[in-house]
């Protein structure tokens, strides 16, 4: 087994992640569509060190929830808990879901998405399906952010003319320039408040225009945040249908014995 | 029809179906897998005196159809969108023939779609054909994300699709009801992206292309090229159920929809046996937009709901409507106030 990390002191490598600072660092993972932790969201099932290994168990809010977004989210927090001082290798399982294997399987060999889903996939790159929602996310905070200015009183016009240093510090204000600088958009004080997608200031006429998308995106985002908490909370309740012990020895290709009831 | 403080609502159910997704039809764990995925949405977004057993939601009868949908339930018309999904089930999940034995059956409440797959190319285009003779169906649904075989899908704009849509050109089938899924090909794509839907709309004028479930979970794509596309409109199914749970979210969502796409291209779905149209017709003529966003998004008013429960869809399949349903004029486009749309978003 390889030593991946080496950025921690020789004493926390020796004593090993505890399973605070590994849940914190899967805090750092977010589901690219939804743009919240992934610990948030109850996707991380399981959390388990052993010495300088640690086993990570993550479940969906469904069985066919899209694969490449799965792939990137156990690929992240595998990334993330490797990062950590003491930590050799991080075993990232994906459960309950239809491509399982395939996701577990490449990552264990160190296989790349396209390699994972061989023949389904071109290339191993997943990168501009993220920056794609990484910038939808975008707009959604620079909605966030915004709304309460326009509650305020101030115009789509005037908030085209106001720079980032004229915001009043707020955890919407850092998450919104966060997310700048992610995207390697200006974030330093005098840059201007409002940007497009691509990092290009928003002309003061196209001003209402852009926070009305923004608006959009914003409620598809947090539609689908509530959707997915809703549908991870029913399916796995007690008797919900990733309920294992309510299954008993589930197996889905049994044939049933009896008929069923419908007819 | 259904009647409510004086008001009179014709009602299309757009959005139904007659599946078979019982244990002896599941070929394999994908078979169960989806029916369990569908019944956590029934579960998950109906009020609880609605919620049935797995064993009659995987296989309901006519009976129950029956009665859920038209005598208690409100609606007039139902409209069929055949899931094939032979993948993961022997006999099929919904299929045309399943369907048109109801529809034959009753032949006064079903209208019948159909549906095709382009990756059977010259043989199943001459299988299409012989399909719309023998059960003469008014549309096609069409699921991008049906695996076949290797495939785990395909987009409209792929020189076959285009090969079947000139298809149903030809042979009359207007309205084209798309459904986007978790998968496609290539997995590296955003599988629900409707871009798709933008390039064959603009491709085949004579064509109405029903984006199902308004495109969630990309709503604002949707949105983006509806605005675009006289010729494109808004399935609610999925979306409207969670009037009941999510009433805010929900009221955002038609907000958007009536701003974006307009009061005359969202049709009414139950997406039956997910959802039962009778809580669902009664819970949106109850409906009213919030206070507080009723400046951003306007009212919901009793003509704009009568569109979208029954007028809107009974243009696109040439119901007939009783003379006692008041007929709105169409709303004024207003497409030229509409903000330009971000390419880059919508081809990204």
């Known amino acids: 087994m390889t030593h991946r990390s080496t950025t921690g002191t020789d004493a926390a490598w020796a004593a090993g992640p505890t399973p605070q600072a590994v849940w914190r660092a899967l805090g750092t993972v977010r589901d690219p569509e939804l743009d919240q932790p992934i610990t948030e969201l109850e996707f991380v099932l399981d959390v388990e060190v052993r010495d300088h290994e640690v086993d990570v168990a993550l479940r969906l809010p469904t069985y066919f929830c899209a694969p490449n977004f799965a792939f990137l989210m156990v690929a992240d927090a595998r990334t993330a808990v490797e990062a950590l001082a003491g930590v050799a290798r991080a075993n990232v399982r994906l459960v309950d879901h239809y491509a399982s294997s395939e996701i577990n399987e490449g990552m264990s060999a160190d296989r790349g998405f396209g390699a994972s889903f061989d023949g389904q996939a071109v290339g191993d790159d997943l990168e501009e399906l993220r920056d794609t929602f990484t910038r939808k996310g975008f707009l959604a905070r620079t909605h966030e952010l915004c709304k309460d200015l326009l509650a305020a009183g101030l115009t789509p016009e005037d908030l085209a003319g106001m720079t980032l240093g004229e915001l009043a510090p707020s955890p919407l204000a850092e998450r919104f320039v966060e997310r700048r600088r992610e995207l390697g958009m200006p974030s330093d004080p005098t840059s201007p408040l409002l940007l497009d997608v691509w990092g290009v200031p928003v002309d003061p006429e196209q001003a209402r225009d852009h926070l009305r998308r923004a608006r959009t995106v914003h409620v598809s985002i947090e539609g689908n945040a509530g959707m997915c908490r809703g549908l991870l909370a029913t399916r796995y309740a007690e008797g919900g249908t990733g309920d294992e012990r309510a299954r008993g020895a589930y197996d889905p290709l049994a044939r049933p014995t009896t008929s069923s009831t419908a007819t | ?348």
Request: charged share 30%; aromatic share 14%; glycine share 6%.
């Open chain 2, 1 to 348: 029809m259904y009647e409510k403080d004086g008001e009179k609502y014709f009602v299309v159910d757009g959005h139904v179906h007659f599946w078979d997704a019982s244990p002896e039809n599941q070929s394999n764990k994908y078979g169960r897998g989806f029916i369990d995925c569908f019944y956590d949405y029934h579960r998950n977004l109906s009020p609880e005196e609605w919620v049935w057993p797995i064993e009659k939601f995987e296989k309901y009868s006519e009976e129950d159809m029956i009665h859920d949908l038209f005598e208690t339930g409100y609606v007039d018309k139902a409209v069929f969108q055949p899931t094939y999904l032979t993948d993961f089930y022997e006999e099929g999940f919904n299929t045309t023939e399943r369907c048109a034995w109801m529809r034959d059956r009753h032949p006064d409440r079903f209208i019948l779609n159909t549906s095709f797959d382009p990756r059977e190319g010259e043989n199943g285009l001459r299988e299409f054909e012989q399909k719309v003779e023998r059960h003469q169906p008014s549309g096609v649904k069409l699921y991008t994300a049906e695996w076949r075989g290797d495939s785990k899908g395909w987009k409209l704009s792929d020189p076959w699709s285009m090969r079947y849509l000139e298809k149903c050109e030809e042979l009359g089938i207007r309205n084209v009801h798309v459904h986007k899924g978790p998968t496609i090909w290539p997995l590296n794509r955003d599988a629900f992206d409707v871009a798709d839907v933008d390039d064959v709309a603009t491709a085949f004028t004579e064509l109405n292309f029903v984006v199902e479930h308004v495109g969630l979970p990309r709503l604002e794509d949707f949105c983006w090229i509806a605005t675009q596309e006289k010729n494109v409109y808004g399935g609610l199914a999925v979306a409207l159920p969670f009037i009941h749970s999510r009433p805010r979210y929900f009221a955002k969502i038609i907000g958007e929809l009536l701003y974006w796409i307009g009061e005359d291209n969202i049709l009414f779905g139950s997406d039956y046996g997910i959802w039962s149209p009778k809580w669902l017709v009664e819970s949106l003529v109850d409906f009213d937009m919030p206070e507080d966003l009723v400046s951003e998004y306007g009212e919901l008013t009793p003509d704009i709901k009568r569109k979208i429960l029954g007028l809107n869809a009974a243009k696109l399949y040439d119901i007939e409507v009783p003379d006692d349903i008041p007929q709105p004029a169409e709303a004024d486009d207003g497409t030229t106030d509409k903000p330009a749309v971000p390419q880059a978003m919508v081809t990204a």
